[in-house]
């Protein structure tokens, strides 16, 4: 043991002090900055068509320019068009298209969670079973069979993104509620006559939101990957509309003599998935704190 | 373990049922008319009858699912739109190429997994270059990683082939289908040598993301086993710490890394279409790509199916190896 002491009490302290290099003041301002890159990147989102320098759907210069040359600063496409205004708008496309996939999943789960975790018994147990044969299949292939079966274009791409993504939230909600019910508060409004809508409304699924929360900021990056997979594989909005993931896939062929074409909208996609990670924890550490 | 594994195989079969009838629905729901996209849209009205009649769309929709549920189960998967051919032999031959790259994703992922989580955890020097891969690799789409692995290794360096599943003209096309196996066992080695050029960079841009995800799950397990007071013990016995990790914690922190790997591979099938696009691999992926234009709804639901069938299959092993490895989980 005495040996083992200080060997074992070596990283952990280290690991304490980086935790600690920020005074908890500081850390909680960096999480709050991080997590307003939501904000920004949502700004940004609703600018787009006032920060776009150029028509994303017109040729405006000559066609294949690299990248600063001719005023255009992430060049132009190969029929002239300019990449930063396409990567704009389809940007604005991306980050809505999964804030909308979340609160659907989270409409649909939550209202599924609710019910299960309060009426518990034979209700909960179905609700779970088809939660679980939800969860139990590949979400990116499955909602890649719905848009299909459908028909391509976006509301279609949202409404079978949502339908493979609630499973998550109504597992949660459920089980963050079915451990509030056996709590004495919840017994103290059964008792004083309140009813199970009031019930569930008032004391159940406020107790579900922090848990929700968290789940669904660190989602924002999953679902910006997943919505550029399906794009990319030419389930999202036909072809001139600018999208990322779409046009990444449709520009591969210049990918060997002018990269940045498909490139670009890529990178877009890596830095919308990379603030909605780093926002994701920031959001957690910030709950986690309270 | 053996009513576990019983159990385990139950849910399978009802999952896959639940597969297929979610399959048969869309297919019903689905505004394209089987009959019209068979025939064209200029058909009789007597054509159009005697083909619903040919395809037993005149039949209650019960008879239908059964019918379409016994063909899955002679390995009928239906007939594609676009190509006329059944779509078991179309899948036959695309096949063998998806799994071979999605075989090979799941053991580089594995494999980088576990380099990432020890790295880190025993702060190996040059440790930094694989925290920087979990924090960008968690936000990476795929098909920008395979984009990149083009420009550097293609167009650069010029060290890998971009394209296909090999460059020899006729390999050999038995008895696995996986190049990498049948040119061992055709004793052609440079068939396996280039299938693997070929293979490098399709799987490692698969990997990337799943490794990121099983490795932070597995570093996270290995550093709380590490502070557990049988940890501890071994210190006390004067093991070093790399014995201590290999031979004790290891399999204790193993379990939550593996139900990630399950869920992982879910992912991976839908990463696997994307990359095989990019890198024009003739596989499953690129056939169902080229089905969505054209609306040829049969081909993909035939892909979904295998695809779906695959990831209950590896879950459902998963689970078992789980229990094997932790004989204190019994669900």
Known sequence: MAVAEPQLAAPLAARRRSARLLPANAARWANWSIAGLLGVVTLVALLAPVLAPHDPLQPVGQPQLAPGQGGFLLGTDGIGRDVLSRVLYGLQASWFAALLVIVGGVIIGGIIGVVAGTFGGIVDNVLMRITDGFLALPAPVLAIAIVAALGPGFVHTLLAVSIVWWPFYARIVRGEVRALAARPHVEAARLAGAGTFRVALRHLAPGAVPATVVTASLDVGNLVLTLAALSFLGLGQPAPTPELGADAARNLSYLLQQWWIPTMPGLAVLVLAMVGNLAGDAIRNLMEDR | ?331
Do not use: C
């Open chain 2, 1 to 331: 373990m053996l009513q576990l594994a019983g159990k385990r195989l139950g849910a399978m079969v009802v999952i896959i049922l639940a597969l297929t009838a979610v399959m048969f629905g869309l297919q019903k729901i689905s505004p394209l008319d089987p009959v019209h996209a068979m025939l064209g849209q200029s058909a009789s009205a007597q054509a159009v009858a005697a083909e619903r009649h040919v395809l037993g769309l005149d039949q209650p929709i019960t008879a239908q699912y059964l019918h379409y549920l016994a063909g899955l189960l002679h390995g009928d998967l239906g007939t594609s739109y676009r190509t006329r051919n059944p779509l078991s032999s179309d899948l036959g031959t695309a096949f063998p190429a998806t799994a071979e790259l999605t075989l090979y994703g799941l053991i580089f992922a594995l494999i980088l997994a576990v380099l990432l989580a020890v790295a880190t955890t025993l702060r190996w020097p040059g440790s930094w270059l694989f925290r920087l891969i979990l924090f960008v690799g968690a936000s990476m789409p795929p098909f920008l990683l395979a984009i990149g692995g083009i420009l550097l290794f293609f167009v650069n360096l010029g060290w890998l082939p971009a394209t296909g599943r090999t460059s020899i003209h006729n390999p050999p096309t038995g008895p696995t289908g996986l190049l990498t196996i049948d040119g061992l066992l055709a004793g052609q080695f440079n068939v396996v040598t280039d299938a693997l050029s070929h293979l490098l960079l399709p799987a490692l841009a698969l990997a990337i993301g799943p490794a990121v995800s099983i490795g932070r799950v597995l570093r996270s397990s290995l550093v709380s086993e590490l502070r557990s007071d049988y940890a501890r013990t071994a210190r006390a016995k004067g093991q070093r710490e790399r014995q201590v990790l290999i031979r004790h914690v290891i399999r204790n922190a193993i379990g939550p890394a593996l139900s990630m790997t399950g869920l992982q591979a879910g992912l991976m099938f839908g990463g696997v279409l994307v990359i095989e696009q990019v890198f024009s691999w003739p596989g499953m992926g690129q056939y169902m790509t080229q089905s969505i234009p054209v609306a040829d709804f049969p081909a993909i639901a035939a892909v979904t199916l295998v695809l779906g069938i695959g990831y209950v299959l590896i879950n459902t092993v998963v689970d078992l190896l789980q229990a094997a490895a932790d004989p204190r989980i019994d669900v």
